[in-house]
């Protein structure tokens, strides 16, 4: 994945971008994209129902049905990493990143 410029170009009275068909194959999209503001930007989807996120409880449930051997983790907790100091330097943003454009500050008007 990567960044793409897209040229704007006037159709009629509006505007609009045209997608490379690699990415409209990739992401499966056929005539119509869900377009979602962000905070951070625009993102575009193909049309139809995003797909459903699992809660914790499914999550678990899931796992335990799977009878998946966990036990090639154990040799993890060997490693150290639980006794080393966790830093959050992200802030408190939690489901998206900071956009890479702009001040997060609001800066004050002078009277």
Not at 15 to 24: D, E, I, M, Q, T
Not at 37 to 66: F, H, V
Not at 77 to 95: H, I
Request: proline share 5%; aromatic share 6%; hydrophobic share 35%.
């Amino acid at each position: 994945m990567g960044s793409t410029t897209l040229k704007v170009a006037r159709i009629g009275n509006s505007r609009g971008v045209r997608l490379p068909a690699r990415v409209l194959r990739r992401y499966r999209i056929g005539d119509a994209l869900v377009m979602e503001e962000r905070s951070d930007g625009i993102l575009l989807r193909p049309a139809g129902p995003a797909s459903r996120k699992l809660s914790w409880d499914e999550t678990a449930k899931e796992m335990a049905a799977s009878r998946e051997d966990w036990n090639e983790w154990e040799a993890a907790v060997a490693d150290g990493l639980d006794d080393l100091p966790w830093q959050d330097r992200r802030g408190s943003r939690v489901a998206e990143s900071a956009p890479p454009y702009g001040s997060a500050r609001k800066r004050r008007r002078k009277r």
